[in-house]
């Protein structure tokens, strides 16, 4: 009995053993030019953009009390936020059953699905947010449909909503691909088993198959959040007046207004708010199981 | 710390029932009767058709045709999650997410039962798999044989008239496959629950169950005991995938009431002849045949077929013995403990009494299906 008990434990022991065995010395350097590059063009930048932001024009937190002292700004900073999750929540609403799709297809539906996730991704973001310009404009594609059909048109052009739409569109893979990656290790004959313990199927779905999915979730959700958070192009070009995102005012900012210490110091605050999510997120992320995968 | 309270058993009771998938027949008009309380076991080679069976009394696949009683009423139609069936996999099916102990009770939550007696039952069925320390443990951090252990907990739980399990020490060790056989045998005694098991391993069949089904391409070749299968098989398939045994071939002819057969240029009689105009075959257990000097020890009446010897194992509990006859036929012996010693290509006589031979009806699937 207590050979058992001690089994796992062993094995586990063993299995780092055998990892540090095998781990040749100096691998630390494989990852020597990534952490250059990263190094070179995100660490330096980044160094220059916060040190600008405490000195440039005067020595002090002078750009951080006008960022918080104008309305406007703080205005745009929660807009950022709010479109981010709106944009986090309409991919997820659209990816999940998309993802789930994917792993109980045949197998050419399934690369007809991925095609459908990748050609878009292939085109540029630009290319892609002009064409939701001429859908979505008020005498564009979607409100002709409504037209002819009798409806109203809408407002779709210049506003939060256009925004979202376009902005999910252009980050729907970031979402897709790490939830689909998820759900196709999840072990479905553990849905069997639960609907063997008497759970109906839809029950055996929430309660098994949608707990094991969330690691993919979290995933595609702060890739999505964090890319939203920055975004330029999309709000930029479907956005109006009332639909202003933070990139947009710090591009503002420092190519317009050449203030390179308030530009900066919006970028400081966004990245700061960004890591106290993440650090909020984290525990939820945290999960004691490793993973669902089947094993050979 | 009792275990949970006996159950009465499910009868199961399956009429002329087929599978087919296309064209593929996988079980192909089996009747089977599984007693309340019984240890049953669906024994065969992969593709037999046993877990199809298995499939059909879980509920996963639907019967192609013929009828399926669970307790005496039609389950027919009825979705797994309602027929309060308990089933353990082989690849346990642990819920990753949950701890041991969240596992053990999430059938008793689906079935609305809350609080200390939901604790106490958990505990309970954990007791009774010897598991109780290890409710707060995730699934991934236990062994194999842990794992099973639990599973097999979660399937008890709910006092199911009946428990399903599909060669649930599949992928574990030899040692903790023989000391679960065993765990296993003792829950069934206490528990008075209907146990069908499915496994391909004759050995555990024999260890675990009242009766056993045997399989073949899709249909029962025999249901009976383990003895029943090992002493009196009815067909050359249960002859062989029960047990060790050695196949004479050769001509035969009936003369009065014994079956005279002749191999390798010596004649071999058994008492009896078989039914219809079937060609017979010679069955020979290997603790039936005694090895001897060549025309030592005769015994009257008794069967002596020479060879040589072509391997000879030493098993601790006895020897093992190889026996190339003439027609190039390895006859398999086993000499107990004490027995004279023979040595590879000695020159020996494999002697057994008519009554100690088993003549059937010849089978050419026989071979095929045994890989």
Known sequence: ?296 | MHAPQRSAGAAIEIRKASKRYGAFTALNDIDLHIRPGEFMTLLGPSGSGKTTTLNLIAGFTDISSGTLEIGGKSVTGLPSHKRNIGVVFQHYALFPHMTVGKNVAYPLTLRGIKGDDREARVKRALDMVKMADFAHRYPNELSGGQQQRVALARALVFDPPLLLMDEPLGALDKKLREWLQLEIKRIHRELGTTFVYVTHDQEEALVLSDRIAVFNGGRIEQIGTGRELYDSPATLFVGRFIGESTVLRGSAEISGDETVMTTGGQKVIAHGRLAGGARPVILLRPERVALKRPGADVVSGENRLTGTIAEAIYLGSGSKYEVRLADGTIAVVRGPLGAADFGICDTVDIAFLPSDLILLPDDASADVTLT
Not at chain 1, 167 to 179: A, C, E, G, R, S
Request: charge should be positive.
């Open chain 1, 1 to 296: 009995m207590t050979a058992t008990h001690d089994e796992g434990l062993r094995s586990a022991v063993d299995r780092s053993a055998f990892l540090s065995r095998f781990r040749p010395r100096g691998a630390v350097w494989l990852a020597a030019p990534a952490v250059l590059v990263l190094l070179v063009v995100l660490a330096y930048p980044l160094g220059i953009v916060v040190w600008r932001s405490f000195t440039d024009p005067a020595v002090g937190v002078d750009n951080y009390v006008w960022f918080f002292q104008s309305a406007v700004n703080r205005t745009v900073l929660q807009r950022t936020f709010v479109v981010a999750a709106w944009v986090t929540l309409v991919s997820l609403i659209c990816a999940y059953p998309y993802a789930y799709a994917m792993t109980i297809v045949g197998k050419n539906v399934r690369l007809a699905l991925i095609l459908c996730v990748l050609v878009p991704f292939w085109l540029s973001g630009v290319v892609r947010t002009l064409a939701w310009v001429i859908l979505l404009q008020d005498s564009g594609v979607i409100n002709s449909i409504l037209r002819g059909l009798g409806l109203s048109p809408v407002k779709l052009i210049r506003t939060l909503p256009g925004v979202v739409i376009g902005m999910t569109q252009v980050l729907l893979p970031f979402m897709i691909l790490p939830i689909y990656s998820v759900m196709k290790g999840i072990d479905t004959r553990l849905l069997q088993a639960a609907r063997s313990l008497g759970a109906k199927p839809w029950k055996a779905f929430l309660q098994i198959y949608v707990p094991l999915s969330l690691p993919g979730v979290y995933a595609g959700a702060i890739i999505v959040f964090i890319l939203s958070l920055g975004f330029y192009i999309t709000p930029a070009l479907l956005g109006g007046p009332r639909s202003i995102l933070l990139s947009s005012l710090v591009q503002n900012q420092v190519l317009s207004l050449l203030n390179w210490g308030r530009g900066g110091a919006m970028g400081v605050v966004l990245l700061v708010a960004t890591f106290v999510l993440l650090a909020l997120a984290a525990p939820l992320m945290r999960q004691k199981h490793t993973s669902s995968r089947r094993e050979a």
